[in-house]
Structures are given as C-alpha cells and as structure tokens.
C-alpha cells in the first residue's frame, strides 16, 4: 500500500545513486545517521526546441513482472523499457551496475511497516493480543531494527522507529524527540518478555509446560500475512521468529500482493484471518510538513482503509494529533510542543504496530530512457513522469514499462485504488492546477494563472516563489453568500449567512484564477472542461460525506468530518476567467502549498477526488449506481452491500455504470439540478453523455482524464494496458525538461577524538555541494544532538553558521561536565533552504574523567 503526497521529480538522463527508499543506518541508540549520497544526474543544460505538445512518447504499454530480477533480465534484452517498482535487493543492484546497457535511480520515500490487526476476534475463544496497546508498543522492544537493516538488507536501509519520515525537515526539527524515542525504544527481547508475560496473563491466557501461551485451551496463534515478493519476507520470517521465542504460535501465511490485500484490506477484520502484515509504503514526495504522519497511520481519517476505522487513539493523543494535521495551532512554538507531546504518544499507543526500516531502494531502467525521478519515490512516484518521459533525443515511440502488477484495486476517484501500481499509469492520465517542486515541495503553477492567500495577522506562514501573493490582516470575514454547507436531503448548497447568521471568520482565504484559456482544455473523450466539472467535484466533497445523503461513503465520511473542521466557506467569485475564493482555517506553513484548487484531479484527503480524476458526465453513472445500491465506491460499503466496488477502469462494475450512463443520456439527466443546472443545459448534458458512451465503446472503459496519456486499451486477465498521447493536451512537451541537478549538501564533521568532562570542546562542520562550499545564505539551520555513553540524548542544541559552507559547535564546560564516560556520539543534521532533503553526519569521540 502506498500513501499519495505531493510531487518530487528530477530529470534523469544518465545513470545515477541517489538517496534511497532509505537511508543509511544508526545503532539502536542512534539519532539519525547520514543518508545515502542522493542521486544526481544532470538534465540537459539546453533543451532542443520542438514546437510538440504533450507527452514526449507516443505510446505506453505497461505490463507485470512481480519481482527484480527477471525484470531486470528483461530489461537487459530489451523485452521492457523500464521498471519503476523499488527494488531493494543489493545482489540485483550490482547486476544492473554491471551492465552498461541499463542505469537506475534510488529514492528516500519508501518504508516498511510491522501493520497489526486491532480488531477483537469474533470467535471469543480466539485472542488477538494486539487489542492491547502495550503489546502493540512491546513489538519495538521485539525486533532489532539494527539486525533488519545490515542482515536482511545488506546495510540498504535505515532503522526507522516513528511515523515520521527520517529524510525531511521535520525529522532534523525534532531530533531531540526521536533520539529518545531510539533510546528508549531500542531492541530488548528481557524487556519484551516481561511485557509479554504481565500482558497476556491479563488478557487471560496461560503458559503450557512447554512455555507456549494458550487461551480456552487452544494455542494462542499469530498469523502472519507476509508478502514475498521482496525482503518483507524476510522481516515478516524473522518476526515470527521472535515471536515463537516469546512463546507464541505462529502461521506465517507467504502471500503476494493479490493474495494477500483483499484479505488486510477487508472488512472482516474480526474473522482474524491475520494478525500482522508486512506493509510497505512510498511518500510519493519529501514533505515540508510532517504533522500530518500521526493521523495518516493512527487513525482513519486521511487513508480511507477499513483497518484505520478501528484506530482509537485516547483523547489526549487524539487531540495533538487532530491540531496537528489542520495545523491547528498560533505560532512554530505551539507546534513544537504538539510534536513533542506526539512523538512519545504515538508509541505508546502504536496503533501503527511498529516501523521497521526505511528502505534504499533502486529502480532500473534502459540506458534508451530518459525520465523524471523522484527524490523520495523513485519514478512511479512522480506526477513528472508522464511530462519526461523521452527516447533519447527522439519524439514519439513507444516504451514499454513492468510494475510489479497491474489493476491491484478498483479506479474510482472518491475511494478507489491506493496501490503504487495503479497511481503510476492514473498520474499519466491526469492533470492538475499545480505541480511541485523537484527538490523542495513547492507548489508550482502548472493550470492556475495566478494565486493570492491572505492569512491572519501572527499566522507562522512563509512566501516562497513569487507567482504566489501573501498577505496578512487581521480578520478575514466569509461573505454571506459563500457556500459553506451541503443540504444533501434538498440537494442544495447553505450558505455562509444561513448556517452563520452571526457571521463568520477564517484563518486564511486562498484565491486562485484560471487562464481564460481553461475551457479549452479537452478530456480524453472529446468535452471540452466547464465550471460544471469544478462544481461536481465541490458537491461530491460534501454530499459523500453527509449522513443524511443517500449516496453516504461510509470510508470517506471520516476525512470529510475532518475537513468540516476547518472548511469555512467557497465562493465562485468569476467564471470568465474561473476564479475561486476558498476560506479554511487549515494552513501550510508555506503560501504556495496552502491554496485550494477545486481542480477535478486527485485532490488532498477530505475532498472527493483523492483517488483520481473524473468529468461531472464521468463520474455521474457510478454516483447514480451509488444512490441505488448497486455499486459502491468503497471496500467497506461493497462488502456490507454485497455489491461490486466501483471501478471505471475495468472488471463487472463498467457493465452496471452503462446502463446508468444510457439511462441519463436518455433522459439529458443534470444531477444535483437545482445547483448543476446553473452551470450544464440539458443539451450540453446529452453532447457530453455521448462523448462518453462513444469513448466507452471504442476504448471499454470510462477513465477519463485531461492529462498528457489516455487509456487506449486495458487487459485484465493478460495484465497489461495501454497508454496513447493525447493529441489536445496544451502544454509544450517541453515544459518540464530544465530540472538540473538537487543540491543536497554533504557534511563532515572534524573534532576532538576524547573530551574531557569539564572541558569545553569544539567541533566544525564542513558542507559542501560538489566539493565547494554551501552557500550560507542557501541554509536553513544546522541542529545537533549528543547521544551519551547512556545512550541517551544528553545535549542538543543550533550550530553556529560561520560563513559559506562551515559552521562550528561549540560544548561548553558544564555541557561537557554533564556528559556520562564514555563513548558519545554528535549528530549533525543539515537543512538547506533550496532542497527540501536534510543532511546527517554523525561523529564518535570518547568522554573521559579529568
């Protein structure tokens, strides 16, 4: 399963190391340690010029290889093109260093996951010791993250032991934080014994005189849904090792993805078909802001999984979590605190289960290929895939890419497929008000002409780029006539002066203006774009969300509780050019990622579309077939109707949305007419109906998007698909080319090799940037922390700058009196201001007695 962020991609031209799906690794003590070098190669310095429009190729065919190897022998006799799934194995990455007819590239974002069921069994004679939430905290004491990183994987990972992200700002930000939770949470099988015992003997269960754990007579048995087609099978095998030897029974059920999703993903969870699952994740961007992390993995609130619906974090946790993913909060003060109270909350609770690694991952390619990357997924990562993917210098061709599979879940925007292997060829359809910066997650301009926030005075909200406007007042009132409500029985929107008649005020008002060019944009099927689509989308946000509405998503009625939070009004202020006034108290610490778009494309949790694209005519037969029962957009609603799961890409769910289709056609239907009659005639209704039914009957599906690739032909039971360039797609192919190379410094950190207490000590820094040095002006922040002798973070605290690639740490003579005997280690964390990827360099010494 993989987690939907935003976009980080680089031209990649030539063969390349990047930093990985992971990173390098720290003891169990640790703070973080340097990751690996990132990879870097440069795009073209000039771009030829070409007057072609859209995607560079002319075809992509995408088909399944499950694993590496013979993807990479594939690619060696160039059968494939490109594979784009992490692999993570080191004898497959020196097979493709070995051949000079392949390259890769490696990425920071992926991670793998211990995943507990937390469901009590319905079978009371079966227990499922994860409903405890100290047996959910012991696995960390269970596992040697240590052992995972250098056995398993060869040293191509990094520990990982919290929800956040060990490449991202925030993670240099709160080391302190973490270095306590490494401390504290490090491998200790005596401590997880005796967690265990005093636990289970709670729960009710015994030992036998063969110290195995029974309940009611049976053994008390973990099953273990591990995945095998990468080294999660190891780390699920070595799992139910330490498990065994804490006196469980296990059944380690080896499954791949196929096998074992519809069975952690369903709605059945208190069956106890398993206990734990070997989950792997990919960030598919380095994120400026990782107060969300909490939420994302501890409630159900951002990730519309059946699972997450069980999460119940206490009161106390649930309300630092809650402000800290709406950035709820006055100043960077108070949200250093929430992430100080988050940080050892999340652990105790771990409703997550445990992290275990970070992964350094690889993906290889032809040496034919040139493609964008991302710096923390890899190239099936990326949004910027569809825009650079080129031949060589040529236009047009055809590339032929593998996953590891193809149609892993249903396609539907509101609740649809969340795997990788669907995301890839979905971004190559899709397209979007704004992009994001390569290197540091900025928003950039990519459909929007212009964009202003005006944000309340004190808020800690910073401008970037200068296509964005800021401004600060000190009030914002909503205007009455802003939408601010859906009344799903009357299909009509309230407004802000109904639902407020005292008036209401907001946080930040986001304003964002489309080109008069807009309604030029063509979907796939031939319909030009209209403010309907937008409206669409901004009924569907709501109406899915409403109890009271005959077409409720009970999966996606979570994030749109959460977003009713923080969501204060909209308001279409012009429809030539379109222009809409957003008022929400949610913010991004930075302008640019804090405007709200309403394009009809893959969107933020808690608005409809967040997993794809979709026409108001497209998405109008799977809402009516929702209303009637007879498909449902989500896992849970299809499983307790009994009904097919919408998707508009391919299985028995198309046949049903045709009729729904004919049906409307028929009738020229307008849904939601009292507010879409506005906008759609009857005329346009039916000219739109048919562009569907006739891209339906040429292409068998109804996946329509604006993007730079539509899906020509899809084939399930082969496992493939193919992608066609989109001749109306507007931009040139060339837009996207000029990425150079990430400037992610390298640190090294010189000092004394013994300190003695009592003694001040200094030690420098050097960072450099292709062996010059940084630019003063071009960093952030350099932060340190000491792990003592203890192994407990004794000191922590800011370098000093001292000028153009050096900065100094200086310990005074108390610090150093407070430092336990012993071996110590300095952490050194990195920011840069023009990369969004942090540096850690780590440095040992010895502190002695005078």
């Not at 106390?316 to 979590?321: F, G, R």
Request: glycine share 6%; with cysteine.
């Amino acid at each position: 399963m993989k987690k939907l962020m935003t976009v980080l991609g680089f031209l990649v031209v030539a063969s390349m190391i990047l930093s990985a799906c992971a990173q390098a690794t720290p003891a169990a003590t640790e703070a973080p340690v340097e990751p690996a070098e990132p990879v870097a190669t440069e795009a073209p310095t000039e771009v030829p010029a070409s007057t072609r429009t859209g995607a560079w190729v002319d075809e992509v065919v995408f088909s399944a290889i499950p694993d590496c190897a013979p993807a990479i022998a594939q690619i060696s006799a160039g059968a494939v093109d490109m594979y784009p799934v992490t692999c993570d194995k080191a004898e497959d990455l020196a097979t493709v260093k070995a051949d000079p007819n392949l390259q890769y590239v490696t990425s920071v974002g992926g991670f793998d996951q211990l995943m507990v069921n937390v469901a009590a069994c319905k079978d009371t004679t079966v227990l499922n010791p994860f409903t405890s939430a100290k047996m959910r905290e012991a696995i960390n004491f269970m596992i040697d993250r240590d052992y995972i990183v250098q056995e398993i994987f060869g040293g191509l990972a990094t520990p990982r032991y919290t929800v956040l992200d060990t490449y991202v700002p925030d993670y240099a930000r709160y080391a302190p934080a973490i270095g306590k939770v490494i401390a504290e949470y490090g491998y200790n099988m005596e401590k997880a014994q005796a967690v265990v015992d005093e636990e289970m003997t709670a729960l009710g269960a015994t030992k036998d005189a063969n110290g195995k754990w029974q309940y009611q007579g049976k053994p008390v048995t973990i099953i273990g849904l591990i995945r095998t087609e990468d080294k999660r099978k190891e780390i699920g095998e070595y799992f139910a090792n330490q498990l065994d030897a804490l006196g469980f029974t296990t059944d380690r059920q080896l499954k791949v993805r196929s096998e074992a999703a519809p069975i952690w993903q369903g709605s059945d969870l208190d069956a106890c078909k398993f206990h734990y699952y070997t989950a792997g994740w990919i960030s598919t961007a380095i994120s400026r802001d990782n107060g969300n992390m909490f939420a994302q993995y501890n409630t159900d609130r951002i990730q519309l999984i059946p699972l997450f619906s069980l999460y119940k974090p206490t009161p106390e946790y649930d309300d630092v979590l809650s402000k800290l993913m709406t950035n709820n909060f006055a100043n960077l003060d108070e949200r250093d605190a929430l992430f100080n109270q988050a940080i050892p909350m999340h652990m105790v609770e771990s409703w997550h289960g445990a992290m275990t690694n970070d992964n350094t991952s690889f993906s290889p390619f032809s040496t034919k290929i040139s493609v964008a990357s991302d710096l923390a997924a890899g190239i099936a990562g990326t949004t910027f895939w569809p825009y650079t993917l080129k031949i060589n210098d040529q236009e047009g061709g055809q590339v032929k890419i593998a996953q590891s599979a193809i149609l892993v879940d249903a396609w539907n925007p509101v609740s649809g497929s969340n795997w990788i292997d669907d995301s890839m060829p979905q971004k190559g359809t899709q397209d979007f008000a704004v992009m994001f910066d390569p290197y540091t997650g900025l928003a950039l301009p990519q459909r929007l002409e212009s964009a202003t926030l005006v944000a309340q005075t004190g808020l800690p909200i910073v401008k970037n780029l200068d296509w964005v406007n800021l401004e600060f007042v000190d009030s914002i009132t909503v205007p009455g006539e802003c939408w601010a409500d859906w009344d799903a029985v009357n299909q009509k929107w309230i407004t802000v002066a109904e639902k407020y008649p005292e008036g209401l005020t907001a946080k930040t008002k986001s304003t964002v203006v489309y080109p008069a060019s807009l309604f030029d944009t063509k979907w796939h099927d031939g319909s030009n774009m209209s403010v309907a689509d937008f409206v669409m989308h901004m009924i569907l946000t709501f109406d899915l969300g409403k109890a009271d509405s005959k077409a409720l998503d009970t999966e996606y009625q979570a994030s749109f509780d959460t977003l009713m939070t923080h969501f204060k009004g909209v308001c279409i202020t012009s429809t030539n050019p379109l222009t809409i006034d957003t008022y929400d108290d949610l913010y991004a610490l930075d302008a640019e990622n804090s405007l709200t778009t309403w394009y009809p494309s893959q969107n933020v949790s808690g608005y409809a579309y967040s997993y794809g694209t979709a026409p108001w005519h497209g998405i109008t037969p799977a809402y009516l077939a929702q209303v009637d029962g007879t498909l449902k957009f989500s896992t849970t609603d299809s499983d307790g109707a009994a009904v097919p799961k919408t998707s508009l890409i391919a299985g028995e769910s198309l046949d049903i949305q045709k009729q729904y289709l004919e049906k409307a056609a028929a009738e020229k239907f307008i849904p939601f007419p009292e507010v879409m009659g506005q906008f759609v005639t009857a005329d346009e209704a039916a000219a739109r109906y048919a562009n569907l039914a006739a891209f339906y009957d040429t292409h068998k599906h109804m996946w329509v998007g604006t993007g730079p690739f539509f899906i020509d032909q899809v084939f399930p039971v082969e496992g493939s698909m193919v992608l066609k360039y989109f001749a109306d797609y507007p931009d040139l192919s060339s837009k996207w080319s000029g990425f150079s190379q990430a400037k992610v410094a390298t640190a090294v950190v010189d000092g004394p090799a013994t300190v003695t207490q009592g003694q001040p000590a200094t030690f420098n820094v050097a960072i450099t940037y292709n062996g010059e040095p940084y630019p003063a002006d071009e960093l952030a922040g350099v932060s340190y922390l000491v792990v003592d002798a203890n192994g407990a973070v004794a000191l922590d605290g800011a370098a000093t700058v001292t000028g153009d690639g050096a900065a100094v740490i200086e310990l005074t003579a108390d610090q150093t009196t407070a430092l336990a005997a012993g071996a110590s280690k300095l952490s050194v964390a990195v920011a840069s201001k023009v990369v969004a990827l942090p540096t850690f360099v780590n440095f040992e010494f010895v502190v002695v007695a005078p």
